[in-house]
């Protein structure tokens, strides 16, 4: 067979964490009869460097190059007779004094594993440290990769057990590699490329000939290894952020606005980014939906009636006997500190939570919830939801409005399933939302906003006796006035919905957006009306957010 020169031969990288199934993954490329394979040329450099102590140490010392850069120059970049090497590499085994070269010639790509299948597996051979793991080395290895413009595929080994032929159908494709059926199937037993230490670690894929299902279920996780599971986890989950699944992106759907996928989020009492945005399992908004919010909307470097949102968040948390809850000055922070990492200052929607607080342990009572409230602030790139240059339409729903009698909805809780499944309804019907209806038929909201309705030349909204009293449609209410016209607050009864001239409806989410029909029937003559174009979006934002806004892009805030 003819040698082929170093340059000639297409060199395949995989970086890996330990006990991922990367002997599998080897032995998987050695099938291809375009490719040869090395078997972690540089673990004996690793051990010199590192002192880490192994009982097959000196023998591998004594028969394996251990200078790293030989390694480099000579063996993985060495002469050949196939037109493929596949390389595989522990992550950790990436030490400083390694030659550049290694990062900038040929293919990479990263196979990882979930650290609570990892650890287990490791320390039944040698007890596990987070150096040797590699999760940090890892994510440093594809940050480099990235930054040279090498974005390297990512494998989770479950999901290659799980799919093996289309997991590596996606790899080959991604390396730029036919594939081969080959590639999944392999003769039980050693292998003459194996590395010295097969026999202390390769004791299971000796008895494999492929790759074979996950567990149905885990082993049981050692509680003396759960602290070193919390140092791997973030790097893991980092890494799994951007797995392929059968040469598709798995779990990252294309946003509505591009920009909010790198989000900072309050959360807490910090600043993160969006994937790590997360609270407790324990935490009383999931325990129960236990938790207070407001929508918020942004603009021109002003919140819109900031004071008024945040006396409506206390007082449902007063309501709700919330205890320590964070000062309102602490909450302001929060908010202008996202706002401001984030760059936002025109058409944003915040979504401000304030929960009762993680729990000490799982269950109902609040005197369980000894840490204090949990403080959120979503802020996000967000227009107004609805087409309100266009109207929308909605539908009525058969769920009722929740009566004080059973849940206030003056108190702005999160607790929204009576909303949701309007909502439901409302989707069903291919409508933009869902009118609800109070226990005696008459109207109350829609599933998301208060809702008004013009009647020759009269304008009206129903009590708030089951919805929640808006401060958009307190700001409308106070527009409709200055504007000369007649307001009523009373009961209403669907028909007049039906037979209105216009009707709106008013909310944070939405700002004012015209109602075009209502059950299949046209509203007026099923155009934005007259009364709903006297109150434009800049006349409903601008006043009273120069009155009550605060500023928070100025200077001396943010050098404060």
């Known amino acids: 067979m003819v040698e082929l020169k170093g340059e000639e031969i297409e060199i395949i990288h995989l970086w890996s964490t330990p006990r991922s199934l990367s002997t599998s993954l080897l032995y998987s490329f050695a099938q291809r009869d375009d490719m040869e394979v090395l078997d972690e040329p540089l673990y004996p450099n690793f051990l010199r460097i590192t002192g880490v102590e192994r009982p097959y140490q000196e023998e591998l010392l004594s028969k394996m190059e251990s200078d790293g850069n030989k390694v480099v120059n000579e063996i993985i970049f060495g002469p050949g007779q196939k037109k493929y090497r596949f390389c595989k590499n522990m992550a950790s085994q990436r030490v400083l004094d390694l030659t550049n070269e290694l990062m900038k010639k040929g293919k990479h790509c990263i196979l990882i594993r979930n650290p609570l299948d990892v650890l287990p597996s490791f320390d039944k051979v040698s007890p596990p440290s987070f150096m040797e793991l590699g999760y940090a080395s890892l994510v440093n290895i594809y940050s480099e990769l990235c930054e040279q413009g090498k974005s390297p595929p990512i494998i989770d080994g479950t999901l290659l057990q799980e799919d093996p032929e289309g997991t590596l159908r996606g790899l080959c494709e991604d390396l730029g590699i036919p594939f081969q059926a080959a590639m ?68 990252r759907p294309e946003l509505p606005v591009p920009a909010n996928e790198k989000l900072l989020v309050w959360v807490g009492d910090e600043i993160v980014p969006r994937e790590s945005a997360k609270v407790s399992v324990l935490d009383s908004v999931v325990q129960g939906g236990d938790a207070v919010w407001e929508g918020l909307r942004v603009y021109n470097g002003k919140i819109f009636k900031l004071e008024e949102h945040l006396c409506r968040l206390f007082d449902s948390a007063k309501a709700l006997a919330f205890s320590n809850v964070p000062t309102r000055q602490q909450v302001k922070d929060a908010i202008f500190k996202t706002l401001i990492s984030n760059g936002m200052f025109d058409d944003v929607h915040i979504r401000l939570t304030l929960t009762r607080g993680k729990k000490e342990t799982s269950g109902m009572s609040p005197a369980l919830n000894l840490y204090g409230c949990t403080l959120i602030v979503l802020a996000e790139w967000k227009s107004p939801i609805y087409e309100n240059d266009k109207g929308i339409t909605l539908v009525t729903a058969t769920t009722r409005r929740n009566s004080p009698n059973n849940l206030d909805s003056k108190i702005h809780h999160n607790n929204l399933l009576n909303n949701i499944i309007a909502k439901i309804e409302g989707n069903n019907a291919n409508a933009d939302d869902a009118i609800m209806l109070d226990k005696d038929g008459y109207v109350s909201e829609t599933n998301a906003s208060n809702i008004f309705l013009v009647r020759k030349g009269r304008v009206a909204t129903p009590h708030a006796d089951y919805c929640l009293p808006g401060i958009t449609r307190a700001t409308v209410m106070d527009l409709v006035i200055k504007e000369g016209l007649f307001l009523q607050e009373r009961r209403i009864s669907l028909s007049e919905f039906h037979t209105s001239d216009e009707a709106w409806t008013v909310g944070t989410i939405g700002e004012l957006s015209p109602v075009v029909k209502i059950d299949g029937r046209t509203v007026g003559d099923g155009c934005i009306g007259p009364l709903r174009t006297k109150l434009p979006r800049c006349a409903v934002k601008q006043p009273l957010a120069n009155l009550c806004g605060n500023h928070y892009s100025g200077e001396s805030l943010i050098r404060g």
Not at 195 to 223: I, M, N
Not at 225 to 248: A, D, T, W
């Open 184 to 251: 999944l199937k392999w003769e039980a037993g050693p292998k003459a490329f194996d590395g010295l230490w097969a026999p202390y670690w390769y004791k299971s894929t000796h008895k494999s000939t492929g790759f074979e299902s996950p567990r149905k279920y885990p082993v049981q996780f050692p509680p003396t290894l759960y602290n070193l599971l919390e140092q791997c986890l973030p790097f893991y989950n980092m890494l799994r952020s951007h797995v392929k699944r059968s040469g598709i992106m798995s779990l």
